[in-house]
């Protein structure tokens, strides 16, 4: 098979969820049964707030899981994600609260350092050949250091940012249409995965993504530049992680430099959840947004439940080891 022929084959699991389609259905029958127990389980769960709370709870979550599909569908994994959403945060407070620059240098600031660390640990995977486990581990404590020596261990606060807060906490959709008060963090996290599933589905790099995933040695063997393309992917993916750092600094205002660790397990999960394989060259960004709704419907339906935090953890690992076992009978049978 050709690059090509690879990239086109990628797309076309993009576009029309083959490859995945059961999975995803599972995913998406799953979390309307999650919905309808939780809501006959409490009258408290249904309620308008509460499902603000869910989608805002999700926003965070989700941007990680778009940034952390599109690495896995390469066949690789990284396992900095939410180290680099914190070091992103630290940047922002940084530019903005210590520099006192305008706004809008805090947001390029913050997905360029997003960007740059990705492209760090694109090249260790694709030009030093560190398997990309160890990699972005070793990335993950280098930023989890860094964001504590830059902040100095403490908090950076935005009191003096107007419109930070707004990123996340804002509604422009509740401004035109009083009746639907979505904050803007879940309006982004619509947007960066809308933006993720066209350049899957529709250019050049998505293509390569799918086929570095599906048999990289047949695309480098065909004359593409394979190393060029898989560190693409994970500037990208590191681009995204800033985003997603300006949401949960917007959120709390302020950059916590000790948050982040357990954000990319549970966007692996919702990664694994929604279908994505992780041996690569199989997912959707679509079934990584249900993967997501279903970590936070779940974690919310217990918590109305008042099902001890320990618990809560327990089912969630139970739920990782299902999705991935799914998945390996998936690939069994298609294997």
């Known amino acids: 098979m050709s690059s090509i022929e690879a990239g086109r084959q990628g797309g076309g699991v993009a576009r029309l969820f083959t490859g995945g389609a059961q999975q995803k259905l599972l995913a998406f029958m799953s979390l309307i049964v999650l919905l309808i127990g939780f809501s006959l389980a409490s009258p408290n769960f249904m309620q308008t707030s509460n499902i603000i709370a869910i989608l805002q709870a999700t926003s965070v979550n989700g ?9 896995i569908i390469t066949g690789g994994i990284d396992l900095s994600v939410g180290t680099l959403m914190t070091f992103c945060a630290v940047i922002a407070g940084v530019v903005l609260t210590y520099w006192g620059l305008p706004l809008p240098l805090g947001i390029i600031a913050a997905i360029g350092a997003g960007a740059l660390c990705g492209l760090v640990s694109g090249t260790f995977v694709a030009k030093m050949k560190i398997p990309p486990f160890i990699a972005t ?15 100095g261990t403490r908090p950076i606060y935005f009191n003096d940012t107007p419109g930070f807060t707004e990123i996340s906490l804002g509604s422009l959709i509740g401004s035109v ?23 899957l589905g529709r250019t050049v790099l998505g293509r390569y993504t799918f086929a570095l995933g599906s048999n990289e040695e ?38 916590q430099p000790a948050l982040g660790l357990g954000y ?23 079934g990584t947004l249900i993967g ?44």
């Open 63 to 71: 941007v990680l899981a778009v940034a952390a599909t599109l690495v």
């Open 137 to 151: 581990l070793g990335m993950m404590l280098m930023l989890k250091g860094l964001s504590l020596v830059i902040s």
């Open 177 to 199: 249409i009083p009746v639907l008060p979505i904050p803007n963090g879940v309006l982004i996290l619509f947007l960066v995965a809308g933006a993720a599933s066209y350049i």
């Open 218 to 255: 047949s695309v480098r063997l065909s004359g593409v530049n394979t190393d060029r393309w898989k560190m693409a992917v994970y500037a990208l993916a590191g681009g995204i992680c800033g985003i997603a750092g300006l949401l949960i600094a917007s959120r709390l205002n302020s950059a």
């Open 264 to 286: 990319e397990l549970e966007a692996i999960a919702a990664v694994v959840i929604g279908g994505t394989s992780l041996s690569g060259g199989r997912g959707t960004i679509l």
């Open 292 to 335: 997501a709704l279903i970590m936070s419907v779940l974690a919310n339906g217990l918590r109305i439940l008042s099902v001890a935090q320990e618990w809560q953890t327990v089912v969630t690992g139970a739920i990782i080891i299902l999705a991935v076992y799914a998945d390996m009978m998936r690939r069994q049978r298609m294997g």
